[in-house]
């Protein structure tokens, strides 16, 4: 029997045979009356119970991953009542697909009368929805759900795809009491076990199974793991993170060998990097596409003509890409049409576009290579072992002396070097053609920053009157752009601007670098804000940070497991000028404060200065000096928050003489 590798903390012990353990059917007087669940009392349901069971077996003459399911969750709330519709996600192939069988399901409740119900599910209610071509979902509801109900449910799920064995998800968005996951592996195949996630298991263990599996005449002994964990918290969403199936408890397994069980012919499935390489390189939808500058010396020479410096060669290069292929909304690491394709059509896939900006700064000298990677939503990449799938993007790496750009020419308002937000996560894979591949950061090169200056007088009617200037930066001049943009005309824009503030009316403006992605992008306003209803009051209270005051802490939780991801650094600051009356002074100016994050990581201060008592100048910055902090740091963050809007909260006060 082959040996199966697994990645665990655990080392698992053998026997000789074990039969799968799930739980038994039905429900105890103390899960029916059960109110709320003590580990969580904010709970609006919990897993009582959960049962997985994956083997790969002969299925009517044919090799097949049978996966059976049972669960038990208690529903406690109303808005519980959304685990009682179950939906099953299954596979379709050309000639083969999934197939889930023998569902069954109940409902326990007790009637208006005090005695427990039990309503059963009719077959006829399971019904699959065909999502796109290869994908359908299988879905039903469970009957009579309601708030205190107990909900059960079964299902068979089998697969011609044992290739991509089941992996099994220990965390959900409601906590579970216990989640127990068995696997029934014959001795023909080899799987690496991977645990992800914060959690560990409460218990591991494996046990012999002998000659489990027979097909055609082969027998093998199997391998029966099983995988349990108790007492699961919910995984609960939070601002600032990257795909939730990164941080979730649960385990994943990946195929590394197989042997046929009727010819004996052993196959290495997993590959070294330098497999990948050479597969990359000689594809015809990816390294040969790179190696096609002879197509591009003659196009690109005009677009080059006349700059001597690297930097500006690159930099007309990647306008020029932008500006002759559309992005058809195609996502994936190999080129569907090719580059003389891409640049005649003026249209391509992400892949076709960048693999042509690769090819096209090459062919103008410059060392350019291709980056894979996977975007935020697609989950982080499997740095243990080369698997082609984990990928789903790919962008260009320019290296101009000791400096590096991270280039992605699909979007025309991305400015050079900057990447999009989905490309920034965790690591790519740097794919040369004249060296081994290699790992690299995939951080921002530049930050979010913008700069408010506000130049404001109170006139007697209680109005502000004066100019509002807005800085845009990197990330912040992107999105700003993009905002703009949607616009037929930057006259359509500024009137959304001045119909989305009630008390604001725009006179006259200005938009400067709205097509100049490399210069910040500018905006000024004269406006006439309604403050005050009139000024004939012995005090005025005024809030300096009126604009954008800042009132929910985005971070809630009492600890976080996972990363606070904001993929850049960032950079926010405000000044305000402000003239009053001449009737009235200070008598309350605004809270000074300086407040920091830990190593330097951030900064939330405030400055004030009044020069005639009429007239003030306030000042505040807020600092991010870090992309990622991790969950260590989540607690300074937290409290920093706190600190920023206990603070915005506190009101000027203006006094007449």
Known sequence: MNKITLILLIFISLSLKAAAQDFETGITDQEIEMAKYDKDPQANAVFLNEFGNTRIDEYMDHIRLIHTYH??????????????????????????????????????????????????????????VKDYKYGSTVKFALPALRPGCVIEFKFELISPYWDHFRGWTFQDDIPKVNSQYEVHIPGFWTFNASLRGALKLTKSNSEVERECFSSGGSKADCSHITYNMKDIPAFVDEDYMTARKNFLSAIFFELVEVTNPYTGVKTVVTKEWSDVDRQLKISDEFGVQMKRTSLLKERIAPVIAGKTADIDKAKALYAWIKSQIKWNDYIGIYSTDGVKKALDTHAGSIADINLTLITALSAAGLNAEAVVLSTREHGMVNNLYPVLNDFNYVIARLTIGDQTYLLDATDPLLSFGLLPLKCINDKGRVISLNKPSYWIELSAQQKAATTRMFDLTLLDNGKLKGTI?????????????????????????????????????????????????????????????????????????????????????????????????????????????????????????????????????????????SQDNNSFTFSNITQFNKSVYDSAEYPYLKELFNKIILTEKGDMIFKKK
């Open 71 to 128: 669960a038990k969750i208690k529903i406690f709330t109303k808005e519980g009542l959304t685990h009682g519709t179950i939906e099953i996600p299954i596979h379709n192939g050309d000639n083969t697909e999934e197939e889930v069988n023998n569902v069954t399901g109940f409902t326990y409740y007790k009637d208006d009368n005090g005695i427990i119900q039990k309503a059963e599910l009719d077959s006829k209610k399971v019904f699959t």
């Open 469 to 609: 200037t807005n800085y845009y930066k990197g990330y912040d001049a992107y999105e700003k752009r993009k905002a703009i943009k949607k616009f037929n005309t930057v006259d359509e824009y500024v009137e959304d601007f001045d119909e989305k503030q009630p008390k604001l009316k725009v006179f006259k403006s200005d938009i400067a670098n709205l097509d100049s992605l490399e210069n910040p992008l500018r905006e000024t306003f004269e406006v006439e804000i309604d403050a005050f209803d009139n000024t004939n009051h012995d005090k005025l209270a005024f809030n300096p940070y009126f604009w954008e005051k800042r009132t929910t802490n985005p971070f809630k939780l009492a600890e976080r497991d996972y990363p606070v991801d904001w993929a850049f650094a960032s950079d926010k600051r405000l000044v305000l000028v402000m003239h009053l009356p001449a009737q009235y002074i200070i008598e309350t100016p605004p809270q000074i404060v300086a407040f920091s994050l830990p190593n330097k990581g951030g900064m939330f201060a405030t400055t004030f200065e």
